[in-house]
């Protein structure tokens, strides 16, 4: 498997594999990173994090997956909730504990932490001005480079959240189409047009039609029910496993039949399933789709792609954003897009991932605990526990044996994730599904 000792600098990457770094004898190593060389403000020791967030984070934490209570299923639940450094898939927590990361930032980083090219992109960005009057050429290179390996963009906008992207998607469509009416299916971010939290102005989503995934008949029934006002379909492709074909090629018909447009969230499958998402893996062309996490390698970057008619739509509505178009992240998408423009990444993920997979199922039938599965796809997998306690108490005993699993949804591998570190995978989470079964039988 190539790449899987790039993050261990004793071992020489793959000689194929790893793109050029401008000025290799500058480049950050892992030598040069500890988790204790980069110290918190104050020492841990002193400082409850977690109550200290409590009282000035409403949530606890800005990004919800990173709540204590999502993490391990409790506030006061055991386990790391802050970290002082990140490297490869190693995590350092602020008391300098080490933990492997099967989370990777809920998939927003698929090559690894602090990846050595994609920080001196981002530091070379950072050193030549961030943001200036002007736009940044890497905005016209990388809009341009998307266009050649992503199958339905003719155009790019660039904005910084996964909820951005799907929402200017679902915006152009509405106002190319100009009618209104939404049918989707899956998770597209916070923003109002698909949310029913409170807070989100009543009447709000009566445009949108939330239907099933994986279903036609009730996509058929959608469609039929929104009639001459269909704007647009806008699925999330992969929702634990592979759609059937021809959920997606069904809609791709509905939507030319009704004149309306076919969006991909590809947030999750873009620069993972295959570099060019879920369309490039099935075939069936969007006219819009929306692409962020991995594409940047964790630095906020996000692009809504299409179809040039489409994507023109930008011109008579208003999508725009202050930094979307800031050097570092555009920096570090560049130098993602050198990695899969070398190597098929997509599939050494996708081998990663089978064996983690393989391990997991190995070791959780051989502690005969009960209760828990291996479901997802290779390139995103997760536990699925029959109990919230269960969860809990597995995630918890796991970090203490030093890795980190996402509670309730995806584990993503990483390039990072070589040979030493699934084998540490593996026998963290025997130790921790032991201790587990000898807690229940007591
Ligand atoms: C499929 C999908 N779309 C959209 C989003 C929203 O992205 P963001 O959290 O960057 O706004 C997510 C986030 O998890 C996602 O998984």
Redesign the pocket.
Known sequence: MPFRKFFDRSDKPSASAEPEAAEPEQEPSDEEFSGEAEAPPEHSDAVDWRARAAHVLPMGAS?G?KRPAALYGADDALGPTHFSGAVGCRVFDVDGNEYVDCTMA???VALGYAEPTVTRAVIDAATNGNVAALSDYREVELAERLCDVIPCAEMVQFL???????SAAVRLARAYTGRDVVIGC??????DWSSSAPGVPTGTTARYKVIPFDDVPALEAAVAAAGTELAAIII?PVIERMPLPRWAARARELCDAAGAALIF?????GFRLSTGGYQEHSKITPDLA?F??AMANGY?L?AVVGKRALMEAARKTWISSTLASESTALAAAGAVLDWHEKADICDSLAAIGLELRESMNAVIKASGVGGVTVDGIDHMWLLRFDTPARERRFLELAAGQGVLFKRGAYNFPAIAHDNDIVQRIEAAANAAFIELREEEAS
Do not use: R
Not at 186 to 191: D, I, L, N, S, T
Not at 265 to 269: I, L, S
């Open positions: 990004t997956s809920l998939g927003s910084k959240t996964g909820a951005e992207a799907t899956g998770y597209f971010g916070w923003h999330e969230d590809e947030v999750k499958t929306a962020g996490k906020p996000s």
